[in-house]
């Protein structure tokens, strides 16, 4: 949001991974003002700055939020965008104007749309993410909290991918476009808890509470004009990542 801090930074770049965002629904409802400000002004900033210093490359991270409500699965690129979030709302804004500007100058803007990303370096405020919510909660010896019945599914996808995949995004020549960035599978909360709990060693009970406003009931996205477009394929399964994630966040904390 600093504009002489963007432009310093981009000075002489020949791509940008545009990163940077206030993330998650429930964030979104408590600051929508400040939800907007970041991730609306400030994708605007970083475009703004990539007009003006003639970088030809755009990535932008956006976010499965934009779909809202899901209906039907998978999910592909093409299903309704009704984004029922302040949130999603402010990604797919901020998608519309990389698109714009790919549209107006000569600038290539490729918008990576993630479902729920996970894996090591991830820590967590009281907004999110569940995976490390989780695993934190079992490691102290705390039950943790499943929001709804934990039928509830989700497409959890490795860091480790989502890097691929901006690397391969920014690889590619003559794409501007927005793309699913998942594994392409899902897993309900309950099997994702259970499977928190085989790997670390802990059993500890969970506790239900009612569904919160803003989750989806079901996510699944189909990769494949992603995997046709950049290449793109997932190569790490949940089990092996949140293997490496609880042997990371053990480390954490027990230099608590």
Sequence with gaps: RDEGAVSRAIKGAVAVIHLAASVGNKRSIDNPILDSEINVIGTLRILEACRKASVPKVVYSSSAGVFGELKQLPIAEDHPIDPNTPYGASKLAGEKLCLAYAHLYNIEAICLRYFNVYGPNQRFDEYGNVIPIFTFKLLRGESP????????????????????????????????????????????????????????????????????????????????????????????????????????????????
């Excluded at 969970?206 to 995997?227: E, T």
């Design 145 to 256: 909290t499943v929001f709804g019945d934990g039928e509830q599914t989700r497409d959890f996808v490795n860091v480790h991918d989502v890097a691929k995949a901006n690397l391969k995004a920014l690889k590619a020549v003559g794409i501007s476009g927005a793309f699913n960035i998942a594994s392409g599978t899902s897993i309900t909360i309950n099997r994702l808890v259970n499977l928190l709990k085989e790997i670390s060693g802990l059993n500890l009970p969970i506790n239900y509470s009612p569904p919160r406003s803003g989750d989806v009931k079901d996510s699944l996205a189909d990769i494949s004009a992603v995997n046709k477009a950049l290449g793109y394929e997932p190569s790490m399964t949940i089990e092996n990542g949140l293997t490496e994630y609880i042997a990371w966040a053990k480390k954490e904390v027990s230099s608590e």
